[in-house]
């Protein structure tokens, strides 16, 4: 995958130890991927609720709690 591609590509890091998610998270950056961040389930259940990572391709797939949880883990 060229970083053209990456992008593109949404990554969701959750972790409630903000100096590994802060870690991670400029390490995929640099890999040109678009970072998302946040410290615990809840938080990242909003993002996602908030149409952040909904895409024509996967919304059908969010749709089902368990796709969704399952996704997050």
Known sequence: MN???RSLIKLLIVDDEEDFRD???LYFSK?????FT?????EALE????QV???EEHT???????NLV???L
Not at 38 to 42: I, L, Q, T
Not at 60 to 66: G, Y
């Open 23 to 25: 870690a991670a998270a």
């Open 47 to 50: 993002l996602v609720e908030n």
């Open 53 to 55: 990572f909904r895409s």
């Open 60 to 66: 059908s797939e969010l749709q089902s709690p368990c």
């Open 38 to 42: 946040a410290s615990d389930g809840r």
């Open 70 to 72: 399952c996704r997050l």
């Open 31 to 35: 890999l040109g991927y678009n970072i």
């Open 3 to 5: 970083l053209a591609n």
